[in-house]
């Protein structure tokens, strides 16, 4: 009892809340945290949101020029006066100058492999991209072979096998722009054999074109 006493006495000097100061103290830090921490997740979030936004204009810049690159080029501008080919061009240009006024950069993040897988597979592309010329139907192929390497659905032709592997070292987001140059320069290569098959034959062509496009 008088031990329970003289710790009774001993307690009642001590201060309010220094006795269980350490609770308090812990718990008070633990809140702290955990508010920090949501704080985190949701500027993470936002973050992600940014650089998906930023990514999407990107692509969009892309889009708009690749557009306006196959109006200045188009076949129909065969088929008009002079005088109109001259507005519309200027027009083109106009469009394609204020295009380039938008500087959107996101910056991909990569480790020593994944920067290595990159430029082994743009120089991949580039080797293809600089024969073209010599064989266009040749190297066309090869292209789609790149391509169906980097698409997840079931290719209709053959896939290269070491691009693939290349391109499996990459970061994710090189590997979607990687897939999407290769679309363009596919589209780039379907535009230039229409506009070849239009200047060999260009009755015949026309209506074998909008037999495909009402089919």
């Given at each position: 009892?008088?031990?329970?006493?003289?710790?009774?006495k001993a307690s009642e000097g001590q201060p309010?809340?220094?006795?269980?100061?350490?609770?308090?103290?812990?718990?008070?830090?633990?809140?702290?945290?955990?508010?920090?921490?949501?704080?985190?997740?949701?500027?993470?979030?936002?973050?992600e949101a940014l650089r998906d936004a930023a990514?999407?204009?990107?692509?969009?810049?892309?889009?708009?020029?690749?557009?306006?690159?196959?109006?200045?080029?188009?076949?129909?501008?065969?088929?008009?006066?002079?005088?109109?080919?001259?507005?519309?061009?200027?027009?083109?240009?106009?469009?394609?100058?204020?295009?380039?006024?938008?500087?959107?950069?996101?910056?991909?993040?990569?480790?020593?492999?994944?920067?290595?897988?990159?430029?082994?597979?743009?120089?991949?592309?580039?080797?293809?991209?600089?024969?073209?010329?010599?064989?266009?139907?040749?190297?066309?192929?090869?292209?789609?072979?790149?391509?169906?390497?980097?698409?997840?659905?079931?290719?209709?032709?053959?896939?290269?096998?070491?691009?693939?592997?290349?391109?499996?070292?990459?970061?994710?987001?090189?590997?979607?722009?990687?897939?999407?140059?290769?679309?363009?320069?596919?589209?780039?290569?379907?535009?230039?054999?229409?506009?070849?098959?239009?200047?060999?034959?260009?009755?015949?062509?026309?209506?074998?074109?909008?037999?495909?496009?009402?089919?």
């Open positions: 009892m008088a031990q329970a006493r003289i710790s009774a309010a809340g220094q006795l269980h100061g350490r609770f308090f103290r812990s718990t008070s830090m633990a809140d702290c945290s955990g508010r920090l921490l949501q704080n985190l997740d949701q500027l993470e979030r936002r973050v990514s999407a204009m990107e692509q969009e810049k892309e889009t708009l020029l690749e557009m306006i690159h196959n109006i200045q080029n188009s076949q129909d501008m065969r088929h008009i006066s002079e005088g109109e080919r001259e507005e519309l061009c200027l027009t083109a240009s106009r469009l394609m100058g204020r295009t380039l006024t938008v500087e959107v950069s996101v910056e991909t993040i990569r480790n020593p492999q994944q920067q290595e897988a990159l430029f082994h597979a743009t120089r991949m592309i580039d080797e293809v991209v600089n024969k073209l010329l010599d064989d266009l139907e040749g190297y066309k192929s090869h292209l789609m072979s790149l391509y169906g390497a980097c698409t997840s659905e079931v290719p209709s032709g053959p896939i290269d096998q070491k691009f693939q592997s290349v391109v499996i070292g990459c970061a994710i987001e090189d590997q979607k722009k990687i897939k999407r140059r290769l679309e363009t320069l596919l589209r780039n290569i379907e535009n230039s054999e229409k506009s070849i098959m239009l200047l060999e034959h260009p009755k015949s062509t026309v209506q074998q074109l909008c037999n495909n496009e009402q089919g």
